[in-house]
């Protein structure tokens, strides 16, 4: 499968012909139904139903197609970095961060970098879950990453990562206007029975659900924890009464509009209390100027 015939593929979803596809590429109909056929052939699954003169997407072919324009847009993107990096005489620093939170942070660190007498950087991001910084940070593929530091979790061969806090706040319970919980002024776990609580993650991520799980008392109250891979979705469901969120205290109300739907609640939890901490963590036998400078950068003008 390559990214040609992923634009075959999407073209064909937007015109909703072979034919006028064809004509737009000035190849026959039966190319174009070639190269359909062999992407269909090589991941195993039937995209399109095809009746007399017409054809549609199969539910796997519409789900396909979403991701297949996220896959190319991120393939143009990341071609775009690597020419921006091959034009540019400065050090490139690789950053990977985890969630808008964190990016809204890297954000403002990078600028007030640049505002610094320092060595120019170039700076190249990407979101990735904690797992996978982490793995890219143990296979030099990335320079540092800002993580949540949240509940407890166990870093592999945590001695070999230097970590600076960036910012602290509270981890809050987002609850809907419409949940009789959200008249109280603390959540107790005994609250959460029978409830469901959303946390964001952009990928899958058990480091996520192990962080959150970890914040609550290990005893007999039941509850469901789902992920949500969007803000938006997380704001949306809960504003809808279909869940409560954990929402990180100071970040969000720096992201996002106030939402009149939903309050924030304390939780008061048994096993811990709820502060966070956004860290950057980078391997200590890095010898990168560009992160040297970084986080001396970060260092002196840390945010509050």
Known sequence: ??????????????????????????????????????LETEIGVCLFNRTHNRISLTPAGKYFAGRAQEYLNNFDATVSELRNISQSTEDTLYVGYFSIFDAYIMEKEIINYQKTGLPRINFSTSEESVEHSLADLALN???????????????????????????????????SRQNPLSLKKYIDESDLEGQTLFY????????????????????????RIERVSSIEQLMTSTALNQGIAYIPRGLINLIM?????????????????QKYSMQLIYLKNNRSKALKNFVKSIKNGKLS
């Open 257 to 273: 509009q106030p939402d009149d739907e939903i309050t924030y609640c304390h939780l008061r939890s048994k096993q811990q209390d």
């Open 141 to 175: 593929k990335l320079d540092c990453a800002y993580i949540n530091h949240y509940g407890t979790y166990d870093i592999p061969h945590n001695s070999l990562y230097e970590l600076v806090p960036v910012y602290s706040n509270e981890m809050v319970l987002g609850i």
């Open 200 to 223: 964001y993650s952009n990928e899958n991520s058990d480091f996520m659900r192990k962080t959150f799980t970890a914040t609550l008392h290990k005893n007999s109250i039941k509850y």
């Open 1 to 38: 499968m390559d990214s040609e015939q992923l634009k075959v593929f999407l073209a064909v979803v937007q015109q909703g012909s072979f034919g006028r596809v064809a004509e737009q590429k000035y190849v026959t109909q039966r190319a174009v139904s070639r190269q359909i056929s062999r």
